[in-house]
T-cell receptor, first 116, second 115 residues
Framework: GAGVSQSPSNKVTEKGKDVELRCDPISGHTALYWYRQSLGQGLEFLIYFQGNSAPDKSGLPSDRFSAERTGGSVSTLTIQRTQQEDSAVYLC??????????????FGPGTRLTVL | AQSVTQLDSHVSVSEGTPVLLRCNYSSSYSPSLFWYVQHPNKGLQLLLKYTSAATLVKGINGFEAEFKKSETSFHLTKPSAHMSDAAEYFCVVSALGQAGTALIFGKGTTLSVSS
């Protein structure tokens, strides 16, 4: 079956612009996660969804970042007023369930965001 | 709180020699531990996972890892390296949040394999 897909694969934007990143999880996966992979920072957790709700937003770096998930499927990560430090690869993952914490998370190919 | 430390940022081996990638973890709970691999310009792929069953876990492509609670370690090994093993490897611990789970990644170890 299809894996996790993300779009766009690459995004170049100017500082101060808003961007939207999209994630299509594996069909039937109730849990969806966003991570950011930056040079020198490794992979950091941003936010996760259980269905359409996001119980844990602790990883979002600032209030310029927001995410939503509709219909228990597609998720959008929005970054407002982008800054150069937002440049990174944004990864989406999905898993069958949130608990127990043993389910494999399947990762998408990522969106490479470059803020000029 | 959970955390994971990969002890080597870069490991270089010759083809056909053993691979050892070291990982130590810290967890308040009985952890779930994973190793993921990321090949250049490709997505993250699960190599293996430990979930409190057998302490020696076998994964794909001949990799295995042993969970040692007394040493809080989960080192990744392979008896004989192949050129295609060159990639970045991440040791990961699951983090139990108040209502869910996220993965806490180590900084990664880049494995280079020479012929």
């Amino acid at each position: 079956g299809a894996g996790v897909s993300q779009s766009p694969s690459n995004k170049v934007t100017e500082k101060g612009k808003d961007v939207e990143l999209r994630c299509d999880p594996i069909s039937g996966h109730t849990a969806l996660y966003w991570y950011r992979q930056s040079l020198g920072q490794g992979l950091e957790f941003l936010i996760y969804f259980q269905g359409n709700s996001a119980p844990d937003k602790s990883g979002l770096p600032s209030d310029r970042f927001s995410a939503e998930r509709t219909g228990g499927s597609v998720s959008t990560l929005t970054i407002q007023r982008t800054q150069q430090e937002d440049s990174a690869v944004y990864l989406c993952a999905s898993s069958l369930r949130v608990r127990p914490p043993r389910d494999e998370q399947f990762f998408g190919p990522g969106t490479r965001l470059t803020v000029l | 709180a959970q955390s994971v430390t990969q002890l080597d940022s870069h490991v270089s081996v010759s083809e056909g020699t053993p691979v050892l990638l070291r990982c130590n973890y810290s967890s308040s709970y009985s952890p779930s531990l994973f190793w993921y691999v990321q090949h250049p310009n490709k997505g993250l792929q699960l190599l293996l996972k430990y979930t409190s069953a057998a302490t020696l876990v076998k994964g794909i492509n001949g990799f295995e890892a042993e969970f040692k609670k007394s040493e809080t370690s989960f080192h990744l090994t392979k008896p004989s390296a192949h050129m295609s093993d060159a990639a970045e490897y991440f040791c990961v611990v699951s983090a139990l949040g108040q209502a869910g789970t996220a993965l806490i990644f180590g900084k990664g170890t880049t494995l280079s394999v020479s012929s």
